[in-house]
Each structure stands twice: as C-alpha cells, then as structure tokens.
Nanobody, 114 residues
Framework: QVRLVESGGGLVQAGGSLRLSCAPS????????MGWYRQAPGKQRELVAT???????NYADSVKGRFTISRDNPKNTVYLQMNSLKPEDTAVYYC????????WGQGTQVTVSS
C-alpha cells in the first residue's frame, strides 16, 4: 500500500518560514494534481494550494503571496514553501495526490508562535 510521507513541519515564530515536502513510499503513476490542505483545531480541513501536472497552481486567498507550491514530477514530490508565517497558519498540514486513486499523507504539525 502506498503511503505519502510528509516532512518539514515544526515550530516557528511569526514572520518565519518553513518548507514542507511530501513524497510517496513508492512511485505513483500519472499524478494529476498534488496539493496541500490544513486543519486547525476545531475547524474543517481546508485547501491551501494545488498544482497540476502541467504546473498550474491554485491558492487559498489567505496564503496568496506568502506560500508557494511546487512539484518535482520525476521524484513524485510536492513542496510547500511557507513564508511570512502567521499564528493563524497553525494547523496540521496534509498532502494529497490525485491519481487513479486519491492519496493522503498522515499530516505534519505546523505551529506559528506570536
């Protein structure tokens, strides 16, 4: 069974940066869309950013201009560069791959202190 493995979360002060990475435990054929979602305590999971196989990106309004999603297709890896972090960015971040099946990571905690 394929697992998505996230890394790069942690604790950072407001205004700081983190870079998240997500890669599968083994190669996945034809990943159409890679994305990042997040879920804060007491809130629903929400979209952060997505990127298609052609490189088209989509961002939540709350992260536009601060976060950048990118992907390395040969490595089946997606990244999320997060700059100018705010306390409201605190959440568990999940990666998602949409291929023939829908894959989710286990989540990585991002905590931004004020």
């Amino acid at each position: 069974q394929v697992r998505l493995v996230e890394s790069g979360g942690g604790l950072v002060q407001a205004g700081g940066s983190l870079r998240l990475s997500c890669a599968p435990s083994r190669s996945i054929f034809m990943i159409n869309v890679m994305g990042w979602y997040r879920q804060a305590p007491g809130k629903q999971r929400e979209l952060v950013a997505t990127i298609t196989s052609g490189g088209s990106t989509n961002y939540a309004d709350s992260v536009k201009g601060r976060f950048t999603i990118s992907r390395d297709n040969p490595k089946n890896t997606v990244y999320l560069q997060m700059n100018s972090l705010k306390p409201e960015d605190t959440a568990v971040y999940y990666c998602n791959f949409m291929a023939r099946y829908d894959y989710w990571g286990q989540g990585t905690q991002v905590t931004v202190s004020s």
